[in-house]
């Protein structure tokens, strides 16, 4: 069991105020927020992210990792997964109605009208956040937070909030007497790689905490937790970064055996245990490189020597010569 810090006021205004006009203002907020929700709109999904994002930074195995940010591996997804990928995007919007509703003040946008990201290592390493909210009852009401949004299964969720979750809640509700003590690991032991990213934003958008939201999908059961952002932590998973997007060969593998249990899931594991060939294109070639140096997250090609549009990353060339580490 973890020492998370739950912001049970928060929690409390939530359902309050949902309860008090039977979600009125909750459903009036919904409609003016999920038709901004870009993710979930968008129709021009690229085959691969063109930098490596903050939010696998903090994933276990290094050489997935970089598997990722060299384009290995081009995932294909099964209708249902892809339904799954925009329900998350769209409990995004929920979660920002839900805290308009309580008052909260919500910005999903920077002041140059652009979603919020972050940028490091030249622009090799990046991502974009959810948002900044501000006015959350159980911190300094000025005070901005990082505004970070997930959705969970049941499993997932038992183990980030507890088996005894809604219990727990509503004897901090005011719902039951019974009080019931917390039972979950918290973000940072249920979710390694959420609690990097979150530590990763805060960091570099100058903010002191994160406010972690989470659903399950199952029940619409909602945990939330506050993360004060640790800069060692931070800084930590930054040289992580930085030196995953420089390494011109594969980082050491989690685990030699091909049936080790993480292993069988990773979507790398052909290339990786079974000397399947990788994705064809200019990350996976001997010839490219990334630009160390210079701002953009530019790559340079040795062999025609000049830089690399994104577009023709994606599709290589006649002269591909495949990474001999690959």
Same mark, same amino acid.
């Given at each position: 069991m973890a020492?998370?810090?739950?912001?049970?006021?928060?929690?409390?205004?939530?359902?309050?105020?949902?309860?008090?006009?039977?979600?009125?203002k909750y459903r009036e907020n919904l409609g003016k927020v999920l038709p901004h929700i870009g993710d979930a709109y968008r129709s021009d999904e690229e085959?691969?992210?063109?930098?490596?994002?903050?939010?696998?930074?903090?994933?276990?195995?290094?050489?997935?990792i970089w598997y990722s940010w060299r384009w290995v591996t081009?995932?294909?997804?099964s209708g249902q997964m892809l339904r799954l990928f925009n329900r998350g995007h769209l409990e995004e919007g929920r979660f920002v109605a839900l805290l308009l509703t309580m008052g909260c003040k919500v910005y999903q946008q920077d002041a140059n009208g652009k979603q919020f990201?972050?940028?490091?290592?030249?622009?090799?390493?990046?991502?974009?956040?959810?948002?900044?909210?501000i006015?959350?009852?159980?911190?300094?009401?000025?005070?901005?937070?990082?505004?970070?949004?997930?959705?969970h299964n049941e499993k997932s969720f038992a183990k980030l909030a507890g088996s005894n979750w809604r219990k727990h809640l509503d004897y901090h509700l005011g719902l039951s007497k019974v009080q019931v003590p917390f039972?979950?690991?918290?973000?940072?032991?249920? &979710?390694? $790689?959420?609690?990097?990213? #979150?530590?990763? !934003?805060?960091?570099?958008?100058? @903010?002191?905490a994160s406010l972690y939201m989470a659903v399950n999908k199952n029940t619409d059961d909602i945990y939330c937790e506050i993360l004060p952002l640790d800069t060692n932590f931070a800084e930590q998973f930054l040289y992580r970064g930085e030196q995953l997007t420089l390494a011109q060969k594969p980082p050491k593998k989690l685990s030699e055996s091909p049936g080790f249990w993480r292993c069988k899931f990773?979507?790398?594991?052909?290339?990786?245990?079974?000397?399947?060939?990788?994705?064809?294109?200019?990350?996976?070639?001997t010839?490219?490189?990334?630009?160390?140096?210079?701002?953009?997250?530019?790559?340079?090609?040795?062999?025609?020597?000049?830089?690399?549009? &994104?577009? $023709?990353?994606?599709?290589? #060339?006649?002269? !591909?010569?495949?990474?001999?580490? @690959?």
């Amino acid at each position: 069991m973890a020492h998370a810090i739950i912001p049970y006021e928060t929690l409390k205004k939530m359902h309050q105020c949902i309860t008090v006009d039977q979600g009125n203002k909750y459903r009036e907020n919904l409609g003016k927020v999920l038709p901004h929700i870009g993710d979930a709109y968008r129709s021009d999904e690229e085959p691969f992210r063109a930098h490596l994002g903050a939010s696998i930074v903090g994933q276990e195995c290094p050489r997935a990792i970089w598997y990722s940010w060299r384009w290995v591996t081009q995932q294909k997804f099964s209708g249902q997964m892809l339904r799954l990928f925009n329900r998350g995007h769209l409990e995004e919007g929920r979660f920002v109605a839900l805290l308009l509703t309580m008052g909260c003040k919500v910005y999903q946008q920077d002041a140059n009208g652009k979603q919020f990201r972050i940028t490091h290592a030249d622009g090799h390493m990046g991502g974009s956040g959810d948002g900044v909210v501000i006015g959350i009852p159980d911190v300094d009401k000025a005070t901005p937070l990082l505004l970070e949004c997930k959705t969970h299964n049941e499993k997932s969720f038992a183990k980030l909030a507890g088996s005894n979750w809604r219990k727990h809640l509503d004897y901090h509700l005011g719902l039951s007497k019974v009080q019931v003590p917390f039972d979950g690991d918290g973000v940072k032991e249920a &979710k390694p $790689e959420h609690a990097v990213q #979150c530590q990763l !934003y805060a960091s570099k958008m100058g @903010l002191s905490a994160s406010l972690y939201m989470a659903v399950n999908k199952n029940t619409d059961d909602i945990y939330c937790e506050i993360l004060p952002l640790d800069t060692n932590f931070a800084e930590q998973f930054l040289y992580r970064g930085e030196q995953l997007t420089l390494a011109q060969k594969p980082p050491k593998k989690l685990s030699e055996s091909p049936g080790f249990w993480r292993c069988k899931f990773c979507e790398h594991r052909p290339v990786c245990h079974l000397n399947a060939a990788p994705e064809v294109n200019c990350r996976t070639c001997t010839f490219a490189h990334p630009v160390i140096g210079e701002p953009g997250g530019q790559w340079h090609c040795n062999h025609i020597q000049r830089r690399l549009t &994104k577009e $023709e990353q994606f599709k290589g #060339c006649v002269d !591909y010569t495949r990474n001999p580490d @690959l």
